[in-house]
C-alpha cells in the first residue's frame, strides 16, 4: 500500500504584492473557476501522484471578530499564499518533482512572498515554509491516482462489454457473469488493453509510525487519566461557561461576496472548500481544539471505516491548519455535491463533530456541552461558514468527473474481480455494482 | 432564530392563504396572470378589495377562489420598504434566473432563462395571481375579480391557462399522490431523531413564522410595531417584534413543457414496439404505474401522516428500504429521487447501535446512508396541468395534429427554498451521482447535459430479466423550463400591510 501524504506551503506576501499574484494565480485559468490543467505556471497533469491541489491568497475577512472579546487586540497578521495539495508517497519526493517540472512557475509565484529572492534554493525555501495540519482525512488510504485511473478504466471497460454483448449476459447467473467478466479482463490485460497494477508493498518506515502513532494517543490517555481527573472538572466548569457567554457573530454574509464565492462553485460533480477564522482567545478554547482535533486525526487514522468520515462518504480529502501560533485556523476539503448539500450533510449527519472543532471559532452559533445545539440552528451555522468561507484562485482534481463514492464502487468492481470465490450473494452484489 | 417559545399558540387558519392548506381539487378550472405593476397605488387600491381566500374550512366549500403571491422585485415596486424586503431569503432575493443558481437547477442551455418566456429580465412578474373556479364560471370569475382597477393597475406579462387531465399528468401518469402532511398542531417532537420515516412534517417547513424540522424559525423580516403595522402577528421566537413573514411562505413556480410524442416513441422504440413493455419501462422511469400504484409493495406497519384509508395504504404506506438493491423499483426512479423515504439513520438503529451509527460505524453497503434525511427536504406541491388532454392509446401514437404544447405548471410551497425545492432539485432530481449512480439523471426531469469529466447524464438503470441490470442510454430531453419565479406568499395580514404601504 502506498500511503497517502499532504503538504502545504504558506508564505506570507510581500506588502503590496496581493493583487498581482492574485492576477497571476488567476492566469492559471481558462476561466474563473476552471482550471487550465497545462498552464504553463504548474503543469498539473505531470504529476501522476498528485490527487488535488490548490492555490489560493488567504485573506480573512473576520480578523475583526476578536473585538467581539474587549480588551483583545486586533492583532496585524501577515496575508499569506497557501499552495497545498494531497498526495501518494512522501512529501519530500513530490517536492522534487515539483521543482524539475514547475520550477520556473513556482519562482514567479513565490516571487511575491516574503524574502524569496531569485537565488533562493526552491526545495529548503519551500520546506521551511511547510506548515502541517493539525488533522488530516484521507478517504481511502492506500489508493493512489494510478490505482484510481486503472480502476475507472476497467469499469468503463466492464460497462462497455456488456452494453454491447447484453444477449450472451442474457440467461446467466450472477457467479456465471462474474467468471466470464473475470476471463475478458484477463484477456483484456493479456493483449495491453487494460492494466491493473499491483498495491506496493507498505514502506517498513510508515508501518512503524503508524503502529506507533496508533497506540500512542491511547496509551497517553490512559497515563494521564489519573492525574487529570481534577483539571477535567474544572475544565468542564470553565466551557460551560464560556459557552454561555461566547458572542454569536452569525449573520447574512454580503451578497456580492456570496455570489463571487457560487461563480465558482458548482461546475464539476466535486466542489473545493476553504474556511478560515479566528479561533476564540483563552487556554479551555486552545485545548479544546487541540484535543478534538488530534482525536479526530487519530480516529480518521486507525478507526473511521475507509470511505467514511463519521456518516459522510462524499469528502476526499480534508484538513485543518493552525496559523499564526494557533490564533487562526484554515480548513480545507474536496467534496462532492453542492455546498448547500455538503452543509447539510455536516449538520444531519455529524453536527456534534462540526460543533466539537468549530464552536472554538469565533461566533460559532452557541453549543451546550459542546456537542449540542450550535449547527443545529441551521440558519446561522450556514450563515457562519459563508462568511468564513475564502475564493480559491487554484483549483486541481486529478480525475474531474469522479465522486467519492464513483471510485469506491469501482475499488469493489476491482476487489470483486480479484476474488476467486465468491457467494451466490456476494456475485449478486459484486454483479448489482456494474 | 432563537428557540421556540414556550406557548404555542394555535394557527390562525384565516390568515392563511388556502393554498397552503388546500390544493382546491374541485375547481377543476385554473388561470394564472403574471403581472406587472403598472401603478402602484392602483395596485395597492386592487389588492386592497381582492377577495383573497383564506384556509378555513368552510361549508359549503368555496366555488371559487383567488390567491396572490409577489417576487422581489413585486414587493419593492409596491413600495414595500428595502428594510423589510431585504430580510426575505437570498434566493427570494435574487430569483429563480440568477446565474449561479440556475446552473444549481439544470436551467442551462435549452432550460436557461434566456430562453425562457417568462421570468427572465424584462418579463419577470411582479405578481401571481391564481384563480380557481368551476370551468364554466372561470372567465367570470376572472372578470368580476379583475373589476375596474385591474387594466390601470397591472400589465399583463402572461396568462397561463391550465387544463383539466383528472389528476394525470400529460405522459399520464397519476400526479399529486404523494404529499407531506403539515403537523398544523406542532404535536410531532422535531428534535428526537426520526428513527422511521415520517410523512408528517412540521409547519414551520411550508408556513414562516412556525419551528421548522431544526426545531428553529426560518429566517424572515421581523420589524419593530408602529402604527402602520399594528394588524401584524408578532413574531413568537421574538415578541417585541412584529413578523411580516408569519403565515406566509415561499411559493416556485415553474412552466415545465413536456415532450409527450418524445417520451412514448423513447420509450416504444427501447421496448421494440412492444406496448406491454413500453408501459413497464415508462413506469420504471416514474417509479409508479400509470394508475399511481408504487413499484414496491406497501408495508404493513402504518406511517406516520400517510392516511389510514385503503388508498393512502396502497398508494403511500411503503418506503424503498425492502428494496435495498432496487430490484423493483430503480433508484434513479423519479419518485425515488423525489421522496427517497428515509429517516435520520440508516437502518433504523435505537440504543447503542444508534451511538454505533451515529460514529460512522453502522451499515457498511454501497449504498447505505448516502441520502440526506428527507424531512428536511420537502415540498407541498400545487401545479396543473396544462395542453389539450390525450387518451392513453393517442399518447402510443401521437399524430403530428395532436402533437400541441403541454407540460405542468410546476408549483411548490416552502419555507426554505434553498435547503427545501432547490437541494431537491439539485442534489437528488438533477444529480447525475444520485445515490451512488453514474451518468444518469432523472428520467423524466433531467437536463442531459454533460457535465466537465462526465460527459453522459443520459442513462438509466433498472433490474432486468437476469442477474444483470439493464442500461437505457440515450434518454432525450423529455421537459423543457419553460418559465419560473420564486415568489412570497404573504399571509392575509401581511398582503393587507404591503396593500397599504405608503410609498417613500
Given at each position: 500500500?502506498?500511503?497517502?501524504?499532504?503538504?502545504?506551503?504558506?508564505?506570507?506576501?510581500r506588502?503590496?504584492?496581493?493583487?498581482e499574484?492574485?492576477?497571476?494565480?488567476?492566469?492559471?485559468?481558462?476561466?474563473?473557476?476552471?482550471?487550465?490543467?497545462?498552464?504553463?505556471l504548474?503543469?498539473?497533469?505531470?504529476?501522476?501522484?498528485?490527487?488535488?491541489?490548490?492555490?489560493l491568497?488567504?485573506?480573512?475577512?473576520?480578523?475583526?471578530?476578536?473585538?467581539?472579546?474587549?480588551?483583545?487586540?486586533?492583532?496585524?497578521?501577515?496575508?499569506?499564499?497557501?499552495?497545498l495539495?494531497?498526495?501518494?508517497?512522501d512529501?519530500?519526493?513530490?517536492?522534487d518533482?515539483?521543482?524539475?517540472?514547475?520550477?520556473?512557475?513556482?519562482?514567479?509565484?513565490?516571487?511575491?512572498?516574503?524574502?524569496?529572492?531569485p537565488?533562493?534554493?526552491?526545495v529548503?525555501?519551500?520546506?521551511?515554509h511547510?506548515?502541517?495540519?493539525?488533522?488530516?482525512?484521507?478517504?481511502?488510504?492506500?489508493?493512489?491516482?494510478?490505482?484510481?485511473?486503472?480502476?475507472a478504466?476497467?469499469?468503463?471497460?466492464?460497462?462497455?462489454h456488456?452494453?454491447?454483448?447484453?444477449?450472451?449476459?442474457?440467461?446467466?447467473?450472477?457467479r456465471?457473469?462474474?467468471?466470464?467478466?473475470?476471463?475478458?479482463?484477463?484477456?483484456?490485460?493479456?493483449?495491453h488493453?487494460?492494466?491493473?497494477?499491483?498495491?506496493?508493498?507498505?514502506?517498513?518506515?510508515?508501518?512503524?509510525?503508524?503502529?506507533?502513532?496508533?497506540?500512542?494517543?491511547?496509551?497517553?490517555?490512559?497515563?494521564l487519566?489519573?492525574?487529570?481527573?481534577?483539571?477535567?472538572?474544572?475544565?468542564?466548569?470553565?466551557?460551560?461557561?464560556?459557552?454561555?457567554?461566547?458572542?454569536?457573530?452569525?449573520?447574512?454574509?454580503?451578497?456580492?461576496y456570496?455570489?463571487?464565492?457560487?461563480?465558482?462553485?458548482?461546475?464539476?460533480?466535486?466542489?473545493?472548500?476553504?474556511?478560515?477564522?479566528?479561533?476564540?482567545?483563552?487556554?479551555v478554547?486552545?485545548?479544546t481544539?487541540?484535543?478534538?482535533?488530534?482525536?479526530?486525526?487519530?480516529?480518521?487514522?486507525?478507526?473511521?471505516?475507509?470511505?467514511?468520515?463519521?456518516?459522510?462518504?462524499?469528502?476526499?480529502?480534508?484538513?485543518?491548519?493552525?496559523l499564526?501560533?494557533?490564533?487562526r485556523?484554515?480548513?480545507?476539503?474536496?467534496?462532492?455535491?453542492?455546498?448547500?448539500?455538503?452543509?447539510?450533510?455536516?449538520?444531519?449527519?455529524?453536527?456534534?463533530?462540526?460543533?466539537?472543532?468549530?464552536?472554538?471559532?469565533?461566533?460559532?452559533?452557541?453549543?451546550?456541552?459542546?456537542?449540542?445545539?450550535?449547527?443545529q440552528?441551521?440558519?446561522?451555522?450556514?450563515?457562519?461558514?459563508?462568511?468564513?468561507?475564502?475564493?480559491?484562485?487554484?483549483?486541481?482534481?486529478?480525475?474531474?468527473?469522479?465522486?467519492?463514492?464513483?471510485?469506491?464502487?469501482?475499488?469493489?468492481?476491482?476487489?470483486?474481480?480479484?476474488?476467486?470465490?465468491?457467494?451466490?450473494?456476494?456475485?449478486?452484489?459484486?454483479?448489482?455494482?456494474? | 432564530m432563537?428557540c421556540?417559545?414556550?406557548?404555542?399558540?394555535?394557527?390562525?387558519?384565516?390568515?392563511v392563504?388556502?393554498?397552503?392548506?388546500?390544493?382546491?381539487?374541485?375547481?377543476?378550472?385554473?388561470?394564472?396572470?403574471?403581472?406587472?405593476?403598472?401603478?402602484?397605488?392602483?395596485?395597492?387600491?386592487?389588492?386592497?378589495?381582492?377577495?383573497?381566500n383564506d384556509?378555513?374550512?368552510?361549508?359549503?366549500p368555496?366555488s371559487?377562489?383567488l390567491?396572490?403571491?409577489?417576487?422581489?422585485?413585486?414587493?419593492?415596486?409596491?413600495?414595500?420598504?428595502p428594510?423589510?424586503?431585504?430580510?426575505?431569503?437570498?434566493?427570494?432575493?435574487?430569483?429563480?434566473?440568477?446565474?449561479?443558481?440556475?446552473?444549481?437547477l439544470?436551467?442551462?442551455?435549452?432550460?436557461?432563462?434566456?430562453?425562457?418566456?417568462w421570468?427572465?429580465?424584462?418579463?419577470?412578474?411582479?405578481?401571481?395571481?391564481?384563480?380557481?373556479?368551476?370551468?364554466?364560471?372561470?372567465?367570470?370569475?376572472?372578470?368580476?375579480s379583475?373589476?375596474?382597477?385591474?387594466?390601470?393597475?397591472?400589465?399583463?406579462?402572461?396568462?397561463?391557462?391550465?387544463?383539466?387531465l383528472?389528476?394525470?399528468?400529460?405522459?399520464?401518469?397519476?400526479?399529486?399522490?404523494?404529499?407531506?402532511?403539515?403537523?398544523?398542531?406542532?404535536?410531532?417532537d422535531?428534535?428526537?431523531?426520526?428513527?422511521?420515516y415520517t410523512?408528517?412534517?412540521?409547519?414551520?417547513?411550508?408556513?414562516?413564522?412556525?419551528?421548522?424540522?431544526?426545531?428553529?424559525?426560518?429566517?424572515?423580516?421581523?420589524?419593530?410595531?408602529?402604527?402602520?403595522?399594528?394588524?401584524?402577528?408578532?413574531?413568537?421566537?421574538?415578541?417585541?417584534?412584529?413578523?411580516?413573514?408569519?403565515?406566509?411562505?415561499?411559493?416556485?413556480?415553474?412552466?415545465?413543457q413536456?415532450?409527450?410524442?418524445?417520451?412514448w416513441?423513447?420509450?416504444?422504440?427501447?421496448?421494440?414496439?412492444?406496448?406491454?413493455?413500453?408501459?413497464?419501462?415508462?413506469?420504471?422511469?416514474?417509479?409508479?404505474?400509470?394508475?399511481?400504484?408504487?413499484?414496491?409493495?406497501?408495508?404493513?406497519?402504518?406511517?406516520?401522516?400517510?392516511?389510514?384509508?385503503?388508498?393512502?395504504?396502497?398508494?403511500?404506506?411503503?418506503?424503498?428500504?425492502?428494496?435495498?438493491?432496487?430490484?423493483?423499483?430503480?433508484?434513479?426512479?423519479?419518485?425515488?429521487?423525489?421522496?427517497?423515504?428515509?429517516?435520520?439513520?440508516?437502518?433504523?438503529p435505537?440504543?447503542?447501535?444508534?451511538?454505533?451509527?451515529?460514529?460512522?460505524?453502522?451499515?457498511?453497503?454501497?449504498?447505505?446512508?448516502?441520502?440526506?434525511?428527507?424531512?428536511?427536504?420537502?415540498?407541498?406541491?400545487?401545479?396543473?396541468?396544462?395542453?389539450?388532454?390525450?387518451?392513453?392509446?393517442?399518447m402510443?401514437?401521437?399524430?403530428?395534429?395532436?402533437?400541441?404544447?403541454?407540460g405542468?405548471?410546476?408549483?411548490?410551497?416552502?419555507a426554505?427554498?434553498?435547503r427545501?425545492?432547490?437541494?431537491?432539485?439539485?442534489?437528488?432530481?438533477?444529480?447525475?451521482?444520485?445515490?451512488?449512480?453514474t451518468?444518469?439523471?432523472?428520467?423524466?426531469?433531467?437536463?442531459?447535459?454533460?457535465?466537465?469529466?462526465?460527459?453522459?447524464?443520459?442513462?438509466?438503470?433498472?433490474a432486468?430479466?437476469?442477474?444483470?441490470?439493464?442500461?437505457?442510454?440515450?434518454?432525450?430531453?423529455?421537459?423543457?423550463?419553460?418559465?419560473?419565479?420564486?415568489?412570497f406568499?404573504?399571509?392575509?395580514?401581511?398582503?393587507?400591510?404591503?396593500?397599504?404601504?405608503?410609498?417613500?
Amino acid at each position: 500500500m502506498t500511503p497517502q501524504a499532504n503538504f502545504m506551503i504558506l508564505a506570507p506576501i510581500r506588502q503590496g504584492g496581493e493583487e498581482e499574484l492574485c492576477q497571476l494565480l488567476e492566469s492559471m485559468n481558462d476561466r474563473p473557476e476552471q482550471l487550465n490543467v497545462n498552464n504553463p505556471l504548474i503543469p498539473f497533469t505531470q504529476f501522476d501522484t498528485l490527487h488535488f491541489a490548490r492555490l489560493l491568497i488567504l485573506k480573512d475577512n473576520s480578523v475583526n471578530d476578536v473585538r467581539a472579546y474587549g480588551g483583545v487586540p486586533v492583532p496585524n497578521y501577515p496575508l499569506y499564499l497557501a499552495f497545498l495539495g494531497d498526495i501518494d508517497g512522501d512529501a519530500d519526493r513530490f517536492f522534487d518533482e515539483l521543482v524539475r517540472r514547475a520550477g520556473d512557475g513556482l519562482r514567479k509565484i513565490f516571487s511575491f512572498c516574503d524574502g524569496f529572492e531569485p537565488t533562493t534554493e526552491l526545495v529548503r525555501w519551500m520546506k521551511a515554509h511547510s506548515a502541517p495540519p493539525i488533522a488530516a482525512y484521507v478517504n481511502w488510504r492506500g489508493r493512489t491516482v494510478l490505482q484510481i485511473q486503472e480502476e475507472a478504466a476497467l469499469q468503463e471497460a466492464l460497462q462497455k462489454h456488456l452494453q454491447n454483448n447484453a444477449a450472451d449476459f442474457g440467461n446467466l447467473s450472477a457467479r456465471q457473469i462474474h467468471a466470464r467478466l473475470q476471463e475478458f479482463i484477463q484477456k483484456e490485460k493479456a493483449e495491453h488493453r487494460l492494466k491493473v497494477s499491483d498495491a506496493r508493498p507498505t514502506p517498513v518506515w510508515w508501518r512503524i509510525k503508524n503502529a506507533l502513532h496508533m497506540i500512542g494517543l491511547p496509551l497517553l490517555a490512559l497515563l494521564l487519566l489519573p492525574i487529570l481527573i481534577l483539571p477535567a472538572l474544572i475544565y468542564i466548569i470553565c466551557l460551560r461557561r464560556l459557552e454561555k457567554t461566547d458572542p454569536e457573530l452569525c449573520w447574512r454574509v454580503d451578497q456580492k461576496y456570496s455570489d463571487m464565492l457560487a461563480s465558482r462553485e458548482d461546475h464539476y460533480v466535486t466542489n473545493q472548500f476553504t474556511a478560515m477564522g479566528s479561533l476564540k482567545p483563552g487556554l479551555v478554547r486552545l485545548l479544546t481544539i487541540t484535543g478534538v482535533l488530534t482525536t479526530v486525526n487519530w480516529a480518521a487514522r486507525h478507526i473511521t471505516p475507509r470511505g467514511h468520515l463519521g456518516r459522510i462518504r462524499t469528502i476526499h480529502f480534508a484538513r485543518w491548519v493552525f496559523l499564526d501560533g494557533k490564533k487562526r485556523m484554515v480548513f480545507f476539503s474536496n467534496y462532492d455535491g453542492t455546498v448547500e448539500s455538503y452543509m447539510d450533510d455536516f449538520i444531519n449527519k455529524t453536527g456534534f463533530g462540526l460543533n466539537a472543532v468549530f464552536s472554538n471559532g469565533i461566533g460559532y452559533p452557541r453549543t451546550n456541552w459542546l456537542v449540542l445545539d450550535g449547527c443545529q440552528d441551521e440558519q446561522k451555522y450556514k450563515d457562519f461558514l459563508r462568511r468564513h468561507t475564502l475564493p480559491t484562485q487554484v483549483w486541481y482534481k486529478a480525475y474531474l468527473g469522479l465522486t467519492a463514492i464513483d471510485l469506491e464502487r469501482n475499488t469493489r468492481i476491482r476487489q470483486g474481480l480479484e476474488s476467486t470465490s465468491m457467494s451466490d450473494q456476494e456475485a449478486r452484489e459484486w454483479v448489482a455494482l456494474l | 432564530m432563537g428557540c421556540p417559545s414556550m406557548t404555542k399558540t394555535e394557527i390562525d387558519y384565516s390568515d392563511v392563504q388556502g393554498l397552503v392548506r388546500f390544493g382546491y381539487g374541485k375547481l377543476r378550472g385554473a388561470s394564472y396572470a403574471l403581472v406587472r405593476v403598472r401603478n402602484q397605488t392602483a395596485a395597492q387600491s386592487w389588492l386592497c378589495h381582492a377577495k383573497v381566500n383564506d384556509a378555513t374550512i368552510q361549508s359549503p366549500p368555496p366555488s371559487t377562489a383567488l390567491q396572490v403571491a409577489f417576487t422581489a422585485d413585486g414587493l419593492a415596486a409596491l413600495g414595500v420598504p428595502p428594510a423589510i424586503v431585504d430580510n426575505f431569503s437570498t434566493e427570494f432575493l435574487t430569483g429563480m434566473a440568477e446565474p449561479n443558481r440556475a446552473r444549481r437547477l439544470g436551467d442551462i442551455e435549452s432550460n436557461a432563462a434566456s430562453k425562457w418566456d417568462w421570468g427572465y429580465a424584462n418579463n419577470t412578474p411582479h405578481l401571481l395571481i391564481i384563480f380557481f373556479a368551476k370551468p364554466a364560471q372561470l372567465s367570470d370569475f376572472i372578470a368580476s375579480s379583475k373589476g375596474k382597477t385591474w387594466a390601470e393597475a397591472f400589465d399583463e406579462v402572461r396568462w397561463l391557462s391550465t387544463a383539466d387531465l383528472d389528476g394525470v399528468e400529460p405522459f399520464g401518469f397519476t400526479d399529486g399522490i404523494s404529499q407531506p402532511e403539515i403537523d398544523w398542531n406542532r404535536e410531532r417532537d422535531v428534535t428526537r431523531p426520526q428513527i422511521e420515516y415520517t410523512n408528517r412534517i412540521a409547519l414551520g417547513e411550508f408556513l414562516l413564522g412556525y419551528p421548522n424540522e431544526y426545531n428553529k424559525y426560518t429566517n424572515r423580516p421581523l420589524i419593530d410595531p408602529d402604527p402602520l403595522n399594528r394588524e401584524l402577528l408578532h413574531a413568537e421566537d421574538a415578541p417585541e417584534k412584529k413578523d411580516v413573514g408569519r403565515n406566509g411562505t415561499y411559493l416556485v413556480m415553474r412552466q415545465l413543457q413536456q415532450d409527450v410524442g418524445g417520451f412514448w416513441d423513447f420509450v416504444k422504440e427501447q421496448s421494440g414496439g412492444d406496448e406491454g413493455r413500453a408501459e413497464k419501462l415508462a413506469a420504471a422511469f416514474v417509479g409508479r404505474t400509470r394508475q399511481g400504484s408504487p413499484l414496491v409493495r406497501s408495508q404493513e406497519k402504518s406511517i406516520e401522516g400517510v392516511g389510514s384509508d385503503p388508498d393512502d395504504i396502497c398508494l403511500n404506506q411503503f418506503t424503498f428500504a425492502k428494496d435495498p438493491a432496487g430490484a423493483l423499483c430503480p433508484f434513479g426512479a423519479h419518485v425515488h429521487r423525489a421522496n427517497p423515504r428515509n429517516a435520520d439513520y440508516p437502518g433504523r438503529p435505537t440504543g447503542l447501535d444508534k451511538l454505533i451509527t451515529m460514529l460512522g460505524f453502522g451499515p457498511r453497503g454501497f449504498r447505505d446512508d448516502l441520502m440526506s434525511p428527507v424531512r428536511f427536504h420537502r415540498i407541498l406541491r400545487r401545479g396543473r396541468e396544462y395542453g389539450p388532454e390525450l387518451l392513453p392509446f393517442e399518447m402510443h401514437d401521437l399524430k403530428p395534429a395532436q402533437d400541441s404544447e403541454r407540460g405542468l405548471h410546476f408549483i411548490c410551497i416552502n419555507a426554505n427554498i434553498s435547503r427545501q425545492f432547490e437541494f431537491l432539485q439539485n442534489a437528488w432530481i438533477a444529480n447525475s451521482k444520485f445515490s451512488g449512480l453514474t451518468g444518469e439523471s432523472d428520467p423524466l426531469l433531467g437536463n442531459r447535459e454533460s457535465i466537465p469529466g462526465c460527459p453522459v447524464t443520459d442513462g438509466f438503470t433498472m433490474a432486468g430479466d437476469s442477474a444483470l441490470r439493464r442500461r437505457v442510454s440515450g434518454l432525450p430531453q423529455f421537459v423543457t423550463v419553460r418559465g419560473g419565479a420564486y415568489f412570497f406568499l404573504p399571509s392575509l395580514r401581511a398582503l393587507r400591510y404591503f396593500a397599504a404601504t405608503k410609498s417613500a
